[in-house]
């Protein structure tokens, strides 16, 4: 009996590591001192930012400028709507989405256009079309059940300001962690041993 509890705890803590190791993160761009997006790493993420195609400052983080909208809340990521947004993710991940708005008191129909690539792969390509509010029009980018690890924002109206907040993903777990492995490899010991010591007894 205390070998089977010992199977079932081993088990069930390996499982709950790799549920764990594949929650939603959320990134609302909270940086302890604001700083250029172009080179930034924050959980994962790797953010580039270009005008032109050449590397630029003019995107940073944390910015407050919008206060509380529906999708995006201060503090913001906020940039000038010349440039591409980049954002590498260090895995895979799924079930993506963030806010983004545009400094604008009117809808913005086409305004935002997002690529989601996994490798060379094309995942998903839309327009946002924004809804306004208060001196910003803004939208919600969500894209379920598909992996990738890039995404690439652009936007069609020229020198205006954007930000993006609530960047949420959830990594692919695409194998067992390392720490649950180990407690597999246990459980599975735990088992032989159990075993070995029956087949003992019975001799």
């Not at 590591?17 to 172009?38: H, K």
């Not at 909208?69 to 799924?94: A, I, N």
Request: proline share 4%.
């Amino acid at each position: 009996m205390m070998l089977h509890k010992n199977i079932c705890f081993a088990a069930g803590l390996a499982m709950s590591l790799w549920v764990a190791n594949a929650q939603a993160a959320t990134l609302t761009m909270d940086l302890p001192e604001q700083q250029a997006v172009n080179g930034l790493l924050l959980e994962g993420v790797h953010f580039s930012y270009a005008i032109g195609g050449a590397a630029s400052t003019d995107a940073t983080a944390p910015v407050y400028a919008v206060g509380d909208l529906l999708h995006v809340q201060d503090p913001v990521l906020e940039g000038s709507t010349d440039g591409t947004l980049l954002l590498d993710f260090d895995t895979s991940v799924t079930d993506v989405s963030f806010g983004v708005a545009l400094q604008a008191e009117t809808a913005q129909a086409d305004a935002v256009w997002v690529q989601a690539w996994l490798g060379n792969t094309l995942q998903d390509q839309r327009w946002l079309s924004l809804v306004p509010e208060v001196l910003f029009a803004e939208a919600r980018y969500v894209l379920q059940g598909l992996d990738i690890n890039r995404l690439q924002v652009s936007f069609a109206m020229p020198a205006s300001r954007f930000v993006l907040d609530n960047l949420t993903f959830t990594p692919v777990a695409s194998t067992v962690p390392e720490p649950a492995t180990h407690l597999l490899w246990l459980a599975g010991a735990l088992v032989l041993g159990g075993l070995a010591r029956r087949s003992h007894r019975q001799n």
